[in-house]
């Protein structure tokens, strides 16, 4: 069937973006993509999506509006509090065993998900032999993340999400109001390492006990999700664990075997032995 041409400007934009920039969304799931173009190219006030093709290949502070379409960060701590609490109760008892750590959030988005964690690991003992390193293709994202600052009103729902999640302590001891926001405390911080990385081009991050790469793989067509499951798999040490999010499954990847679930319901997983 014949491409319309809408297709036709949205694949020949991501391949000038990929040249240009090395940025690849070559990949990314059609719908999503096509969706996030349309609003970019509207509310860019251009014509067409070949008129944004044009602006971005010419201006690279244009491509960086683009991005932030293309990347729309969406996220909050303690998304989805039932995985956080599967993370305590059948992941932290193995990562006790290992005298040091190194965890791979990927897809950070603007941070909430690493400073979840590192919660989650300073009440479990573990945060100060830890080393988080949490990676986007967002620069605007990335910046914002390693400022540790976030909306006061988001703190209530954090807050109870937390508590939903296992939270042993005070919420709000983690952070105090500063700079028109809540400011998360330097020792959450200073276990971050925040780096830009993207799952299409580049190579394995590092060796790490945990990955956690959740509400990211949805975004990719089955090539690209087999090729950043390729490369948690080679990341993670040996018996090392993957989280996903809570609508991603591995059941039909090339990887599904290579991984034995841990909670199903909470799409955490163990690197097999074999």
């Known amino acids: ?162 508590q939903r999640a296992g939270g042993t302590r005070s919420f709000a001891d983690y952070y105090t109001a500063a700079y028109g926001g809540a400011l998360f405390d330097r020792r959450l911080r200073d276990r971050i390492t925040f780096a830009d990385h993207s799952l299409a081009t580049d190579a394995v991050f590092s060796e790490t006990q945990l990955v956690s790469c959740r509400n990211v793989l949805i975004y990719f067509n089955r090539r690209l999700q087999d090729r950043a499951l390729g490369l948690f798999h080679e990341s993670l040490s040996h018996r090392g664990f993957l989280g996903l999010g809570s609508k991603e499954t591995l059941d039909f990847s090339a990887y599904a075997t290579r991984f034995e679930p841990v909670s199903r319901p909470e799409r955490l997983y163990r690197r097999a032995g074999r």
């Open 1 to 162: 069937m014949m491409a319309g041409l809408a297709e036709i400007e949205i694949r020949l934009l991501a391949e000038a973006v990929f040249l240009r920039y090395g940025h690849d969304f070559r990949d990314y799931a059609p719908a999503s993509l096509k969706r996030r173009v349309l609003q970019a190219q509207q509310k860019m006030g251009l014509p067409s999506v070949s008129a944004l093709q044009e602006r971005v290949l010419h201006d690279a502070g244009q491509f960086a509006v683009l991005l932030q379409y293309l990347t729309v960060p969406v996220s909050g701590m303690f998304r989805d509090p039932s995985y956080f609490l599967a993370l305590r109760r059948q992941v932290v008892p193995v990562l006790r065993t290992y005298p040091s750590l190194k965890v791979w959030v990927a897809g950070c988005s603007t941070g909430e998900e690493p400073f979840s964690l590192a919660i989650v690991l300073e009440e479990e003992g573990l945060l100060e032999r830890t080393i988080l390193y949490a990676t986007d293709i967002n620069p605007a994202s990335l910046d914002k993340a390693r400022q540790g600052i976030f909306e006061l009103e988001r703190m209530q729902a954090f807050t109870r999400d937390y």
